[in-house]
């Protein structure tokens, strides 16, 4: 009777011991992931003042700046009250730090930053036609310590970048104008006041790269672009000046690139990469302008950037990371084909690859709720974009979305990309948090649970779970726990792995039409393919140079805009499913 007294005893204390055990594996497995998923899963910060344009309160920053210190990579963007740092790239700390000074007189904290790196020490400084915007220096920016280096840095200017060069001299870009090009100047490393006259370093030509065309879709004749977003990398003894364009709210939104053999080149003389760094103007998160590059703890480069949602406010924008580096010709290039599905950290897997290979499994398919507010409807949450999504008719405990797969699938990872309905905050917020749990059903009738974060106290508004193993289910189902604010909205409740059967077949037919009398445009048709719901149209300057992908859902058609008019280009596209990629297409030249 006592034996078995004190073995109820013991399943008692298990079963209470049980939940903090099964947090503590989930925490332990979060840190063991290889993969990632964009956009990045920060705690973003909500519009930092009243907008009278919104039609809501919302996240947002842009404009971001990654930099390799001592083994970590430290995250700057827009308008944060601090910034991040992280030692795999995935999970990331935050720092508050406001780096106004009392006389700085600006709306805007530490807007598009500048960070750069000399010596042993980390500068910050941001946007500013004040002329008084404090210059910061730490030498310990993850205990958070800082110290005034300039008070009053008398070099103002939107858009800043840092570069040192590698015989210790210092620059500093900066720029953001549809009407003059953006510029750069030498710093003195005592006084850092300007050496000599600044130097324009590029101003846009989009009379002859069409990416560069201002729009949506490149098609506004009436409005001059932006460029802005400067950013310098050596590599190979050459300079590669980075710059965004055409607007920070277009889905067009990219980084390009002038080589030059200097830090300070009148851009007349360098050369252009007829085609963007980064650009994703197809997908679940669109855009990839206005970032910066850097390099890993293994030599590897990332390219990290702006991308948009732009609804509830033109500056409502996410960051995304992605794959860069050189090619055997010292091309400059960015991988942004399925770049917000999973890809690699730094060091898992061949960083030029597109990740594992798990495709999204549930876009489209059906979905049930446990409510619907009016006008926010159930099936946005899997229609792959970013600017729609579906709403709980409140914030309780126990709301629900449900996806059905189609067929049983397996499964690898899950991302929950919330959606700001009817929040309360403005500003950067800490100790908020969402709480959820995931579970999974061959027939949707009996339930596993998948995911706990019922106990969670971090924010994590894309929050991205890779699981330890992968199951086999059908159906998959999101329950609330707890929001930070607002409505239990998700904008996206993405499942990826791969299904049970074979991959699309290839692509038959490929069409490109150039315009005559614009041959920065051609109008793309391609035979469509019945077991596909995607494709990756694939084009650059060389066979061998197809870096920029457009991913196109449910149509088999395109108007491109984005050529040089005086190259020729080719092409390949390839079709995607639950499965996996199809072959490419034989590659297509077109002059």
Not at 33 to 62: I, L, S
Not at 110 to 134: E, H, K, Q, W
Request: net charge neutral; charged share 20%.
């Amino acid at each position: 009777m006592q034996k078995n007294k004190i073995k109820s005893g013991c399943h008692l204390y298990f079963l209470i011991l049980l939940p903090f055990l099964l947090f503590a594996g989930v925490q332990q497995l979060e840190a063991q992931q290889k993969t990632y998923c964009n956009p990045v899963n920060v705690d973003y910060g909500y519009t930092p003042f009243p907008d009278f344009t919104a039609w809501g309160k919302h996240r947002a920053t842009a404009d971001p700046v990654i930099v390799n210190y001592k083994g970590d990579y430290y995250l700057f963007s827009t308008n944060q009250w601090g910034y991040w740092y992280s030692s795999d790239m995935l999970n990331w700390t935050f720092n508050a730090r406001k780096f106004l000074r009392p006389w700085n007189h600006t709306l805007d904290e530490l807007c598009a930053p500048a960070v750069g790196i000399i010596g042993d020490t980390m500068l910050v400084f941001g946007s500013t036609y004040t002329r008084n915007f404090t210059l910061w220096m730490s030498t310990n920016p993850k205990a958070n310590e800082w110290k005034p280096l300039v008070d009053s840095f008398e070099i103002g200017g939107w858009d800043p970048a840092f570069f040192t060069d590698d015989d210790g001299r210092l620059y500093m870009y900066n720029g953001s104008s549809n009407n003059y090009p953006v510029y750069g100047v030498e710093l003195d490393r005592k006084t850092f006041q300007p050496r000599g006259t600044r130097t324009p370093m590029y101003l846009l030509q989009d009379w002859r790269y069409g990416w560069q065309r201002f729009g949506e879709h490149m098609d506004n004749t009436f409005l001059d672009p932006f460029i802005e977003g400067a950013w310098m990398t050596k590599h190979k003894g050459k300079y590669y000046f980075q710059y965004g364009a055409p607007g920070t709210e277009m889905s067009g939104y990219a980084d390009g690139v002038v080589v030059g053999s200097q830090p300070l080149f009148d851009g007349i003389q360098a050369i252009p990469q007829p085609d963007p760094l980064s650009f994703k103007p197809g997908g679940f998160s669109r855009g990839a302008g206005h970032g910066s590059t850097f390099m890993d703890n293994n030599n590897r480069y990332w390219h990290i950037s702006t991308s948009i949602i732009c609804v509830k406010n033109t500056w409502e924008r996410r960051m995304g990371i992605w794959p860069a580096g050189f090619d055997k010709d010292d091309v400059m290039y960015c991988n942004t084909a399925l770049g917000d599905y999973p890809l690699y950290l730094p060091g898992a897997g061949k960083q030029d690859a597109a990740g594992p290979g798990w495709m999204l499994l549930n876009y489209k398919k059906p979905v049930r709720v446990s409510s619907t507010l009016a006008g926010f409807h159930a099936n946005n949450a899997v229609d792959e974009s970013i600017k729609t999504y579906w709403s709980a008719a409140t914030a309780d405990k126990g709301e629900w979305i449900e996806s059905d797969l189609g067929d049983v699938a397996t499964i690898q990872s899950i991302q929950i990309n919330y959606a700001d309905q009817d929040a309360t905050f403005l500003g950067k917020q800490t100790g908020i948090f969402h709480q959820y749990r995931i579970y999974y059903s061959i027939d949707g009738k009996k339930w596993k649970l998948l995911v706990d974060k019922s106990q969670n106290k971090t924010d994590v508004p894309h929050d991205y779970v890779e699981l330890p193993a992968p199951v086999q289910a059908r159906f998959v189902k999101l329950e609330n726990i707890h929001m930070p604010t607002g409505k239990f909205a998700i904008s996206g409740l993405r499942v990826f792995g791969n299904g049970n059967g074979s991959k699309p077949d290839p692509v038959k037919t490929l069409v490109v039409l150039r315009t005559e009398k614009d041959k920065r445009s051609a109008y793309i048709k391609w035979s469509p393919v019945d077991n596909a719901y995607a494709y990756n149209l694939y084009y650059g300057t060389a066979p061998d140079k197809l870096y920029s992908c457009i991913m196109v859902y449910d149509y088999n058609e395109y108007w491109l805009k984005t050529m040089d008019s005086q190259r020729p280009y080719y092409f390949s596209i390839e079709a995607l499913n639950e499965n996996g990629t199809s072959e490419r297409y034989p590659i297509l030249k077109v002059q």
